[in-house]
C-alpha cells in the first residue's frame, strides 16, 4: 500500500504549535494550493486549502522559520480523521500529516526570512576557496567507480 502526497502553496497563517499532554509538539497550518488548470468560464485558478499537520522536530521546525505568505513543500501522507460534533452529527476531515516540510521560495538575508546554516564539513574532493577566489577546485580523484 502507498500513502505518499506532496504539495507545494503558501501558508494562510502563521503556523500554530502545540504540546499534547505528554508534551510533544505538533504544529498546524494551512496551505493555499492552486490547481494545476484555469476554470474554462472564468479563466482563473482554483485553489485549494489543505490543511496539514507536523509533529516533533518537524513542527518546532516549521513554527519556527515559516509564517503567513511562506511557500512551503510538503512531503506526508493523506490521513482522514472521523469525529462526532457537538451535536452528534458524524464529521470527516482530510488533512497531510509532514514527515518533511521544505522551503519553496528564497528570502533574501536582512528580509527577515531564513539565512542557511553555514555547514562546517566539506564534501569530499572539495577544497575551500582561497581568500577572494569565488571558485573552488575539485579533486580528479573519482574513488573507486566501476565506470
Do not use: H
Not at 494562510?12 to 497550518?29: C, H, I, K, N
Not at 546554516?117 to 575539485?138: I, K, M
Amino acid at each position: 500500500m502507498l500513502n505518499k502526497i506532496f504539495i507545494m502553496g503558501r501558508l494562510t497563517r502563521d503556523p500554530e504549535l502545540r504540546r499534547t499532554q505528554t508534551g510533544t509538539p505538533v504544529a498546524s497550518f494551512t496551505l493555499a494550493v492552486d490547481r494545476d488548470f484555469k476554470d474554462k468560464s472564468t479563466g482563473e485558478r482554483t485553489t485549494d486549502f489543505i490543511d496539514v499537520v507536523a509533529w516533533r522536530q518537524t513542527g518546532e521546525f516549521v513554527s519556527r522559520f515559516f509564517n503567513k505568505g511562506r511557500m512551503a513543500v510538503v512531503e506526508g501522507r493523506l490521513q482522514i480523521r472521523e469525529w462526532t460534533d457537538k451535536d452528534g452529527n458524524k464529521r470527516r476531515s482530510a488533512e497531510v500529516v509532514a514527515d518533511n516540510v521544505y522551503f519553496g521560495d528564497s528570502r533574501r538575508e536582512g528580509d527577515g526570512g531564513y539565512s542557511a546554516p553555514a555547514y562546517s564539513a566539506a564534501p569530499t574532493g572539495y577544497s575551500a576557496p582561497a581568500e577572494g577566489n569565488q571558485f573552488a577546485e575539485l579533486s580528479d580523484d573519482d574513488g573507486e567507480l566501476p565506470f
